[in-house]
């Protein structure tokens, strides 16, 4: 079973989710590897993908978003987990992760475009130091500052007891090519 963890990272926590996903698929006993959208992986070379994307502005990374396009067919054919890497905090209106709200815009065409098996929001990380050009900017509004904290609010717990949900699917599963 060989599976993919594709990411779109801006500033690198969700490149490491994607990365700690593969490794904790790897300690169920299948392949994972980790691949950048822009090293344009084929999902044609694997049994089982997961995708995930940052988001800004209640966007995925438009990068993300065409890799699922532009393997439409492919993904289409194979198991697919999506996952969203993005709140740093839940607000007195958004109480839940499972608030629909929290769904980046996207995710209802990529429904219909993969049929996922899944797709999962997580909480994300900022470090203001890192940012660049127009982030920088829309961070430094006073209402953006308080909805954007600064700190790594990744929830290790939740990935890994999501990734061992992805093995434990993918064990069940016949293996669609050899
Ligand atoms: C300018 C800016 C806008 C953001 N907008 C959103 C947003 O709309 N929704 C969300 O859930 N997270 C938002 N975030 C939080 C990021 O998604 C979070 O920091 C994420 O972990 C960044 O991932 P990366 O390090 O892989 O780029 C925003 C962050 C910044 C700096």
Redesign the pocket.
Known sequence: MRVIVVYA???????EIAEFIAEKIRQHGAQAETRSVDAAPDPEDYDAVVIGS?????HWMKEAVEFVRRNRTALAGRPVWLFS????KLGPEIASMDDPR?EPKEIGELRKIVHPMDHRVFF???DPEK?GGK?RT??MLPA?RAA?PEGDFRNWNDIEAWAGGIARALATRPVASA
């Open positions: 990272s801006r500033y690198g926590s969700t490149r940052a988001v800004y502005m209640g890497s993005g709140p740093l929290l994300g990380a900022l940012l982030h829309i961070r953006a954007l």
